[in-house]
C-alpha cells in the first residue's frame, strides 16, 4: 500500500508501529516498491519538529512577531528534549536554516548555540556549517552579540577548529566592550584545554597574562588572574607589583574573584616583617564579609604570613576565633560543615585557641547528623583539664538519643578519645564504664570498642577496667552487635583472660559459630583462644582446637594461613610461639588510624581545600600521575624485553652469568625441548636455551635471592608450657613423646592429631609418602634453605638429566590463578616464592604452555631442583622436584633424603598455596 504523509503522521500519533521496506525488483515491465518503516514516540517527535521547522521557513499568513513567538516556541521543545537525552541531531541543517531567517532574535541565537555546542562533537560535518555564521557575529555591532558567537565559538570543542577559533579569539581580547574581553579571556582557558601547545605558539596565555597588568575593567582582570592560576599556577605569576596592584583594588572585584587575589596573595613570599604587616592590614577587613569562601582564603593567607612568626602566628590564631564562630552559627549547614572542617584542623594544631569556646560546639537538637558528629570531634579535641567534665557530661547527655543510635555511638567514642589524651583521666573512664550498664546495645557496643583502645594505651588499668564488665549479663561477645564490638571483646578476653574467671566459655559459642562471623571476629578468636591456652591450658585445650580445625577449613586465604602458621609454631617450639603469638602488652602511644605528623602538616599546608573536608593530603584522592603502568614501561625500566619480543643473545642475562660453562649452540641443540612442551618421561635432558629465547619466551631473568634469616630450627626439650614426656601436661595439648620438633612425628594417640580433633592424618599436612624413620621418637632432620644461592644454569641442566624424579604432583587452577602467574612479565609469582629462598632460574614460555624452573640450596643437604609447568587452557600444573642428596647409599641417609624431600614439597606446596587465587 502506498502511505500518504498525512496517514503515517496519523498513524505515529495514535502509537501505531508501522514500516515501510523498500525493495526495488527491475524488470522489462514495471518497478516494484514495498516500503516497511519502523518507527516509535521519538521518531514521531523529530518528524513533528522537522515538519514545524520547516513550516516556519515561509512567512505565510503570519505577523512578524507571531512568527518569531512560534519559533521560540518550537526551538524550546528542541532543548527541553535534548536536555533529557533525547537525540534531536538530525535537526542540525533545519535549527540553523530557521534562526538564520531571524538574525535580530537575541533569544533565538542563544538557543541555537547551545544546540550547536551540544552536537558539535558528534556532528563536527555539520558544525563546520555553522563557523561561518560565528564569525560574522563575532564582529556584529552588539557586543553582546560578538560575546555570545566568541563563547559558542570557543565551546566547539573540536580541534580541528582551532583554526577557525583563535583569530576571533585573539581580536577578542582587544574588544572595546569589557564583556566580549572576559569572554575572550575564559575562551583562551578553554582552548587550553583542547589544545595546549596551539594556545602556547599563538601567544594567547602573554596577551593574557600582560592583560593582568594593564587591565582596568575588574571583571576581566578577575578572569585573566583565574585563566593564569590555572594554567601556571599562582606561584609562578606573582611578584610585588601585581600583588599590590590587586590588593589596592581588591573591593571592586567580586567575591570570587576576591578568592582568587586572596590565594594569590597566599602564594607570595613577604620579604620582610614590614611586608607582611602590609598583607595583614590590606586583608584585615575581608575577615568581616558575609562570604564564607572570602573569610576562608583569608585565614589562610593570614596562616602563611605568620608561619616564621611565633607570636604574631598565636595572635593571628586569636583573631580568626571570632569570623569562624559567626560562620559556624550559619543556617546553612553545607557551609558551616566546610568551616568546622577547617576549626577541627585548627583545634588539633593549637586547641588553646577554642578551649573557653567549648560551648559553641555544642550540639543543637536541629543540626544534621554530619554536623553533630564533627562538633563532638572537636569537642574531644578542645578538652583539657579545665573543661573535660563540662565537655564529657554534654557527651553523656548525647549517649541518651535513643532516636539516632548512630548519635549515641559517635558520643561514646568520643568520650573514649578524650580519656585517651587527657592526661586526668580517672573520672571519665568511670564515666565511659557506666555506660556498659545502658539499655542500648549500640552504646554498650561502641563502649566495648573504646574500652579496648584504652587498655592498649593504659594495660595497667585492666583489672580495675574488666571488673566493672558484667560478662554473664548481656555482655557476652556472641550477643553483642557489630563485628567491630565483637572483635573488641574477644580481644579483652585474650589479652586479660587471667582476669575473666569464663574467659574460654565465652569464646565458645563463637568458635562454634566461626564460619559465620566476621573475618574480624574470625581473626580475633584465632589469636584470643592461643593466648589463653597459653595462659590457661587444661580448660583451653579442646577450644584452641576446634579454632584452630576452623580456621584450617576456612575458605578466606588470610585465616587459613593464620591457622596454618599457629599450627606450625605450636609443633616447632612452645615458648616461641608464646612470645609471639601472647607478648607482653606494651603501651600504644599513636594509633595507626591517626595522620603521621608529616600529613597533618601536608594537611595544614593545603588549607581551604577538599583535603581539609577528607582530612587526607590531596595526593591521597588525586591523581597527578596515571595510577597504572604497562608492563612496557616496566620493563623498559628495568632494561629488559617487553612481553612477546624475542631476547637477542647480547642481552640475555642467563647468557652473561655463565657464559664459559654453557654449551655450545650446537650442542644445546641436539637435546631441545620446545618451550611449553611436556617434560620428557624419563627426565631427559632440556634446553634452558629454547625455553628462554625460542618461541617468544616471555620471560628471562635470573632473580638474586632476598637476604633475611632463616627460619628458626625446631628446639628440642621439655618441660614450660607443654609436656612432650608426659607429666604436667598429660592429657593436655599432648604432642607425644620425645622431643617437639618440626621435621619429627610424635606417637600415636596425642600431639597436633588430638589438638586438631582429627584434622587429618599427621601433623604435617602437605606429607607426601615415605618413612618417618625408624625411630619415631627420635628428631629427623630439619631442612633449611640457604638465603643465597647460586646455581648455574650448565650444572642445573646436568643435575636435572642426571637425577631420578623424587616428587610429582598434578595440580588445577583457575582462570584467575593463571592470569596472576604470568602477570607483570612472571615476576609476581617468581618474587613470591623467592620469599621462601625458593628462587627462579628462568621462566616464560607462550600461551597456553608456560614453564617456570627454579631451586633452593639447603644449608647442608645439597640442592632442590623444581620444574612448574602450566597449561593455561587445560588450567592444570604439573610440580616435578629432583634431589642431588637422593644418591646416599645406606638405608638411614635414604630415609633422610625422604624426609627432606617431603619437608621440601611441603614448603613447595604452601608457598604455591599463598599465590593460588
Known amino acids: 500500500r502506498h502511505w500518504s504523509n498525512g496517514e503515517a503522521e496519523s498513524c505515529v500519533r495514535t502509537g501505531v508501529a508501522f514500516e515501510f521496506v523498500i525493495s526495488y525488483q527491475s524488470n522489462s515491465t514495471k518497478d516494484t516498491m514495498s516500503a516497511k518503516i519502523t518507527s516509535g514516540k521519538p521518531r514521531g517527535e523529530i518528524g513533528e519538529l522537522t515538519a514545524s521547522l520547516q513550516s516556519l521557513c515561509t512567512m505565510g499568513k503570519r505577523s512578524d512577531q507571531e512568527l518569531r513567538a512560534q519559533k521560540r516556541e518550537v526551538f524550546k521543545k528542541v532543548v527541553h528534549y535534548l536536555t533529557i537525552g533525547m537525540d534531536m541531531s538530525t535537526l542540525f541543517a533545519s535549527m540553523t536554516s530557521c534562526a538564520n531567517l531571524s538574525p535580530d532574535d537575541m533569544v533565538l541565537k542563544k538557543m541555537l548555540y547551545l544546540y550547536i555546542t551540544h552536537y558539535a562533537t558528534q556532528a563536527p560535518d555539520l558544525a563546520l556549517m555553522t563557523i561561518n555564521q560565528l564569525h560574522k557575529d563575532c564582529v556584529d555591532q552588539d557586543p553582546m552579540v560578538r560575546g555570545l558567537a566568541l563563547r559558542s565559538l570557543c565551546s566547539l570543542r573540536v580541534a580541528n577548529y582551532m583554526e577557525y577559533v583563535v583569530s576571533p579569539v585573539t581580536s577578542g581580547l582587544e574588544d572595546r566592550n569589557p564583556y566580549v574581553r572576559r569572554t575572550a ?44 592560576i590555572e594554567v601556571k599556577g599562582a606561584k609562578k605569576i606573582v611578584d610585588k607589583i601585581l600583588l599590590y596592584n590587586l590588593l589596592n583594588r581588591i573591593k571592586e572585584f ?78 546553612d549547614p553545607a557551609t558551616a560543615y566546610a568551616v568546622l572542617a577547617h576549626v577541627l584542623l585548627l583545634a588539633k594544631r593549637a586547641p588553646i585557641i577554642f578551649e573557653n569556646e567549648h560551648a559553641a560546639f555544642y550540639c543543637r537538637a536541629h543540626d544534621p547528623w554530619y554536623i553533630k558528629r564533627i562538633k563532638m570531634e572537636i569537642l574531644s579535641e578542645i578538652a583539657v583539664t579545665s573543661n573535660v567534665y563540662d565537655i564529657v557530661t554534654e557527651l553523656t547527655e548525647y549517649t541518651r538519643d535513643v532516636v539516632h543510635p548512630n548519635m549515641a555511638r559517635e558520643a561514646v567514642k568520643a568520650v573514649g578519645r578524650i580519656a585517651l589524651q587527657v592526661p586526668d583521666m580517672g573520672g571519665i573512664v568511670e564515666r565511659l564504664l557506666l555506660f556498659l550498664d545502658s539499655h542500648c546495645e549500640d552504646v554498650v557496643a561502641e563502649t566495648l570498642v573504646q574500652m579496648k583502645d584504652l587498655l592498649r594505651r593504659y594495660p595497667d588499668m585492666a583489672e580495675v577496667c574488666i571488673s566493672q564488665v558484667h560478662w554473664q549479663d548481656a555482655l557476652t561477645p556472641a550477643m553483642l552487635g557489630g563485628a567491630d564490638a565483637k572483635a573488641a571483646a574477644v580481644w579483652i578476653i585474650g589479652q586479660f583472660g587471667q582476669h575473666v574467671s569464663d574467659a574460654p566459655y565465652l569464646l565458645e559459642p563463637l568458635v562454634q559459630g566461626f564460619a559465620t562471623e566476621d573475618v574480624r571476629v574470625r581473626h580475633a578468636l584465632l589469636t584470643a583462644t592461643a593466648q589463653l591456652f597459653f595462659k590457661r591450658p587444661p580448660e583451653c585445650h579442646k577450644l584452641l582446637g576446634a579454632a584452630l580445625r576452623a580456621g584450617v577449613a576456612d575458605s578466606l586465604q588470610d585465616v587459613r594461613d593464620r591457622s596454618l602458621f599457629y599450627i606450625r609454631l605450636l609443633q616447632a617450639n612452645i615458648a616461641e610461639a608464646t612470645r609471639i603469638i601472647s607478648p607482653p602488652l606494651l603501651a600504644v602511644t599513636n594509633f595507626s588510624e591517626a595522620l603521621s605528623p608529616e600529613m597533618k602538616e601536608q594537611v595544614f599546608k593545603e588549607f581551604n581545600s577538599f583535603s581539609v573536608i577528607f582530612q587526607a593530603p590531596s595526593s591521597t584522592f588525586l591523581d597527578e600521575q596515571p595510577g597504572y603502568h604497562t608492563l612496557d614501561d616496566e620493563s623498559a625500566a628495568k632494561g629488559g624485553a617487553a612481553p612477546g619480543v624475542l631476547i637477542d643473545n647480547s642481552t640475555n642475562l642467563l647468557a652473561d652469568l655463565d657464559e664459559e660453562a654453557r654449551p655450545s649452540p650446537a650442542a644445546a641443540g641436539n637435546s631441545s625441548t620446545p618451550s611449553g612442551s611436556a617434560r620428557p618421561a624419563n627426565g631427559g635432558p632440556l634446553d634452558l636455551d629454547s625455553l628462554l629465547m625460542g618461541d617468544g619466551g616471555a620471560s628471562n631473568s635470573v632473580q638474586a635471592a632476598h637476604t633475611a634469616a632463616p627460619p628458626a630450627a625446631a628446639q628440642s626439650g621439655g618441660g614450660g608450657l607443654l609436656d612432650f614426656g608426659g607429666g604436667a601436661m598429660e592429657g593436655g595439648l599432648g604432642l607425644g613423646g620425645g622431643t617437639a620438633s618440626s621435621g619429627g612425628k610424635g606417637s600415636s594417640g596425642g600431639g597436633m592429631e588430638d589438638l586438631l580433633g582429627g584434622l587429618g592424618g599427621d601433623a604435617h599436612p602437605a606429607q607426601t609418602g615415605g618413612q618417618r624413620g625408624a625411630d619415631v621418637g627420635a628428631p629427623g632432620p630439619v631442612l633449611v634453605l640457604r638465603p643465597q644461592g647460586t646455581l648455574s644454569p650448565t650444572d642445573f641442566m646436568t643435575m636435572w638429566t642426571s637425577l631420578p624424579v623424587a616428587h610429582s604432583k598434578a595440580s588445577m587452577l583457575n582462570p584467575e590463578t593463571v592470569a596472576a602467574l604470568v602477570a607483570n612479565n612472571h615476576q609476581d609469582f617468581t618474587a613470591h616464592m623467592q620469599q621462601a629462598y625458593i628462587i627462579n632460574l628462568a621462566s616464560g614460555g607462550s600461551h597456553p604452555s608456560y614453564k617456570y624452573f627454579f631451586y633452593g640450596m639447603s644449608q647442608s643437604h645439597g640442592a632442590f631442583l623444581v620444574e612448574f609447568t602450566v597449561d593455561a587452557t587445560k588450567l592444570s600444573a604439573v610440580t616435578t622436584i629432583k634431589a642431588q642428596h637422593q644418591q646416599a647409599g645406606s638405608s638411614v641417609l635414604a630415609q633422610e633424603s625422604a624426609s627432606l624431600v617431603e619437608q621440601f614439597a611441603e614448603l613447595w606446596g604452601n608457598c604455591l598455596m599463598g599465590f593460588f587465587r
Not at 583562551?188 to 594556545?199: E, F, G, P
Not at 601567544?203 to 583565574?226: K, P
Request: charged fraction near 20%; hydrophobic fraction near 45%.
Open 185 to 228: 579571556v575564559m575562551g583562551v582557558l578553554k582552548l587550553y584545554h583542547i589544545d595546549s601547545d596551539t594556545v602556547r605558539n599563538t601567544g594567547l596565555l602573554e596577551q593574557v597574562q600582560g592583560m593582568l597588568h594593564t587591565e582596568l575593567d575588574s571583571q576581566v582582570l578577575g578572569n585573566c588572574l583565574a585563566v593564569m
Open 254 to 331: 567580586s567575591d570570587w574573584s576576591q578568592c582568587q587575589v586572596i590565594e594569590l596573595a597566599a602564594a607570595y613570599e613577604p620579604a620582610s616583617e614590614a611586608e607582611v604587616y602590609d598583607m595583614l592590614n590590606a586583608l584585615e577587613d575581608r575577615l568581616t564579609v558575609p562570604n564564607s569562601a572570602v573569610v576562608l582564603a583569608t585565614t589562610k593567607a593570614f596562616l602563611h604570613f605568620t608561619l616564621g612568626m611565633p607570636a604574631i602566628h598565636q595572635q593571628v590564631l586569636e583573631r580568626l576565633r571570632e569570623p569562624l564562630k559567626s560562620l559556624i552559627s550559619r543556617d
